[in-house]
């Protein structure tokens, strides 16, 4: 692949705006590069990168937090994904990836856009560890079969009524833990010389979305950052309908 000057800015537009989204909230790579980077490179490609590229955001933006994880909160997700991941990863050729990605972004787009009209959202107390280690399950079957996994995670720490620093002490280590595991079954398949360097091409970009992401971030209170939040789960929503 020929990396022309015009594929170089789709590939800076892409990894900006999804190092930005990641950097500010914590997730969302994915969803908002993968909107962008759709319409330039063919799905092959596409899926490597996006994986790669969130993988290396999430380990520098992990960095800040680490001393926040609390594992007594963590731990349910992470083996969640255990099984979560290798079955999405099973089903990817089989399942309805069309029909799934429809479903998801209009549930998304809803309850985004209910998250940011309503005053205070409900707080849901109850399930404890089956509850949010059946979360972590979703999210890593959604991870394996198309990247997503950080969304419902993330989703859910909103729900529970966590502070921003402890959600993204939850969902940000598991996002990382999810990507590790789709990468090990990618294997070789999605990782190639072209997409090599693309990865390398998109450096700069990931590097100042994700900083200005993060100052962005630093300042925001609780209800900013919870509207923010629910901006964004409620754009991905529409991403994953329109694209």
Do not use: N
Not at 4 to 15: F, I, N
Not at 36 to 45: G, K, N, R, S, T
Not at 114 to 135: N, V
Not at 165 to 171: D, G, I, L, M, Q
Request: hydrophobic fraction near 60%.
């Amino acid at each position: 692949m020929s990396l022309t000057l015009a594929s170089l800015a789709v590939v800076w537009l892409g990894g900006f705006l999804g190092a930005l989204a990641a950097g500010g909230s914590g997730f969302a790579f994915a969803l908002v590069a993968s909107a962008i980077w759709l319409h330039a490179f063919d799905p092959p490609h596409m899926t490597g990168l996006i994986v790669a590229c969130s993988t290396l955001i999430q380990i520098v933006l992990f960095v800040p937090v680490w001393r926040q994880v609390q594992m007594a909160r963590l731990w349910p997700f992470l083996i969640g994904a255990l099984a979560g991941v290798p079955l999405g990863a099973t089903l990817v050729t089989s399942a309805p990836t069309g029909a799934i990605k429809a479903v998801l972004g209009i549930f998304l787009l809803t309850y985004g856009t209910y998250a940011f009209l309503a005053p205070r959202l409900p707080r849901l107390d109850f399930g404890g560890t089956p509850a949010d280690a059946a979360i972590g399950f979703m999210g890593g079957v959604l991870g394996g079969i198309a990247g997503y996994s950080g969304v419902l995670p993330t989703l859910w720490t909103q729900l529970r009524g966590w502070p921003k620093e402890v959600a993204r002490a939850v969902y940000q280590p598991f996002i990382l833990f999810a990507h590790a595991l789709t990468l090990v079954s990618l294997g070789t398949a999605g990782i190639d010389r072209s997409t090599l360097a693309l990865l390398f091409a998109s450096l700069p970009a990931l590097a100042a979305g994700a900083w200005l992401g993060w100052r962005i971030y630093g300042r925001l209170d609780e209800r900013r950052f919870r509207k923010a939040l629910a901006a964004l789960i409620a754009l991905s929503g529409l991403f994953l309908v329109l694209f």
